[in-house]
């Protein structure tokens, strides 16, 4: 609520709150916690938000306040470490993994970021260069990465859009 | 052996060509990345930010990394970078800003289905056209460990 229409387009909004108070801003990922909270890839505001199953919108990761100019878009950037500080570019895939740690494709830093249960962010594979290189974790590259999921063994899927690809990812954190 | 041109083109467009040239450039600082849009001509829109909105393009409308560019029919426009470069885009074309991470970006290359990457100091910044055309005009070089990489991917049959 509260979103500002301008030129026949609903722009989209940050504000963290209850309910209807809180704004995103076109928002693309979306994934189940383990305990029932909804964690949200908020795209535009390069954010991760977190939707608690009392209504309660909160930003878990992400920071950034420049505008991409004349757009309702937040820069976007890179960096990592506590959820306060760190930047994403185009945040859109989201998973989180049955101990409550969230992995997140990164999609205009061509590299996948998890946040752990302490809400400190980490890249975990991507040189943040383009490309598509399979190899050890600080080798990979991925061209726009867009979507991830867990699969039962714990290792990841992830849809690596402008490769046309479904990379794979042994993972045993 | 090749026969006849249409063999020669089908062999050439079936070839991943690898271009790499060394030139100039070393202690270059690596600024802030700065490319903008200039001789905007027709339809000519930009996604932003990897956003969904579509934008009207400006003349000076400075890009950033995910940026979606579309020509229409009647459109073209140029992509300028603080040192000189340029890229103009063709009509009927759309193109991706992949990674900026320099100002000095030179670009070359391409036609239709074609890489632009470049490299300075150490740093890369690329284009990927998906369809359409571009031009591009190296302004300037700077020294002799510069390195321009052009790939061209070919056509799907």
């Known amino acids: ?25 076109e928002p693309s990922g979306l994934a189940l916690g383990p305990n029932g909270e909804l964690y949200i890839a908020d795209t535009g505001n390069r954010r991760i938000r977190v939707l608690s199953s009392q209504g309660e919108v909160t930003t878990l990761a992400g920071f950034g306040t420049t505008m991409i100019d004349n757009t309702s878009y937040i820069k976007g950037g890179f960096k990592d470490g506590l959820g306060s500080e760190a930047r994403f570019n185009f945040p859109s895939g989201i998973a989180v993994s049955a101990a409550g740690t969230v992995y997140v494709a990164d999609t205009y830093n061509h590299c996948l970021r998890e946040i752990n249960t ?47 690809s479904v990379r794979f990812l042994e993972w045993h954190p | 052996m090749l026969s006849n041109e249409k063999d020669l083109s089908c062999f050439v467009g079936n ?58 029919k009647t459109g073209t426009a140029k992509l300028s970078y603080e040192d000189g470069t340029e890229a103009t885009l063709g009509s009927s ?26 490299w300075n100091d150490g740093h890369q910044s690329s284009v990927e056209l998906w369809s359409g055309s571009v031009w591009n005009k190296v302004e300037s070089l700077v020294n002799v460990d510069d390195r321009i990489s052009m790939k061209l991917r070919p056509q799907p049959q």
């Open chain 1, 1 to 25: 609520m509260g979103y500002e229409t301008k030129d026949n387009w609903l722009n989209g909004g940050y504000a963290d709150g209850q309910g209807v108070k809180a704004q995103f801003n």
């Open chain 1, 118 to 164: 302490e809400g400190v962010v980490t890249t975990i594979a991507g040189n943040g260069v383009h490309g598509k290189q399979n190899g050890f974790l600080e080798q990979a590259q991925f061209d726009g990465p867009f979507a991830i999921i867990p699969n039962r063994d714990g290792n990841l899927l992830i849809i690596d859009q402008l490769n046309n």
């Open chain 2, 15 to 72: 070839i991943l060509i690898f271009i790499q040239m060394f030139f100039v450039p070393k202690g270059v600082s690596a600024a802030q990345p700065t490319v903008k849009l200039s001789s905007v001509k027709g339809d000519v829109f930009l996604k932003r930010g990897g956003g969904l909105r579509e934008f009207p393009a400006t003349d000076g409308m400075e890009l950033v990394q995910g940026d979606w560019l579309r020509t229409a």
């Open chain 2, 93 to 118: 074309s759309y193109l991706n800003i992949q990674r900026l991470t320099t100002n000095d970006t030179v670009g070359v290359s391409a036609h239709r289905q074609a890489r632009v990457t470049s």
